[in-house]
């Protein structure tokens, strides 16, 4: 790109987005112009991709132009689709449920798709599950169980002893809970890393090397009485600001410099994540995709992969470093 970068974004000023994309282009030297204007790099939303890359509008982007979605971005990033692609390898298991190759991410189910499955499958009565609805975050509709009963989300089809599969409910993933988190200061965390991948095929990401650990409020316990309390086992921090404990002076986070273990296996789960999805990706030349990987670690050190998110365009205002490129 010649001279200076044009850019523009279709985020509303009145977000947090906003001012940290103004902020980290002033500092480059880029000019922010308008719709009508020649530009080499557009912040999109979700929906103007969509809206971009469909047959219907056939719009073609520039040699000198990027914008920061691919157009199916969300085969990765939401819960079930990652996880349910025929041919991919997250999605072979072995007759007890567990992955074969990728054990890096829980015994996972799709209710109510696998809803039968998953009967069958849990033999111990004491194990714990978390389950998440497919279509959202921040942690909202999130809870954990520890008996079928407590499932309520479907209608009950007495008929056929099964749960209906109505198109108009949510469907949810169902995931073996870790229930021996490493902790710290008794309380639980998990992390939060960002990667940006700049291409699928070949596959290249760089990871910051920033990035942050969130924390519960509460002190961490196993018990199942106190399954229903979202501030011990919920890390988000849409969550636990809303409790008495939050503390807004540090956010219930810690740089993750103050954690700089398991880095060799975080990375395996980067790349063999990304190659589940990539046979699936639209590798447009025009396009990135920024991640943000949550990733709890047991106390045996081992990572788990518990979601990948689309941390855009709010990203925390990190200090620009060197980052690290995988091909």
Known sequence: ??????WITDIKKSLLGFSL??????????????????????????????????????????????????????????????????????????ESGKHLYLDFVPVTYMLPADYNLFVEFRKSPS?????????KAQGKGIFLINKLSQIKKWPWDSKTSSFMTQSTKEAYVISLYINNPLLISGRKFDLRLYILVSTYRPLRYYMHTLGFCCFCTVKYTPSTSELDNVFVHLTNVAIQKQGEDYNYIHGGTWTVNNLRKLF?????????SLKAVAPMMNNDKHCFECYGYDIIINDK??????????????????PTTKSLSIT
């Open 1 to 6: 790109m010649a001279g200076k970068v044009k």
């Open 21 to 94: 994309l103004i902020n980290n282009s002033e500092k480059r030297g880029w000019v922010q112009v308008t719709e009508n204007e020649d530009w080499n790099f557009y912040w999109k939303s979700k929906q103007t991709i969509r809206n971009v890359f469909t047959v219907k509008t056939g719009y073609r982007l520039l040699d000198d132009q990027i914008v920061n979605h691919f157009p199916n971005h969300y085969e990765l990033m939401q819960k079930d689709l990652m996880l349910e692609k025929k041919g991919s390898p997250l999605a072979e298991k072995d």
């Open 127 to 135: 194990s714990t599950w978390i389950m998440k609805p497919c279509g």
């Open 264 to 272: 060799n296996e975080i990375h395996w789960i980067f790349m063999q």
């Open 301 to 318: 050190l081992k990572p788990w992969l518990i979601k990948v998110n689309a941390p855009h365009p709010s990203l925390p205002a990190l």
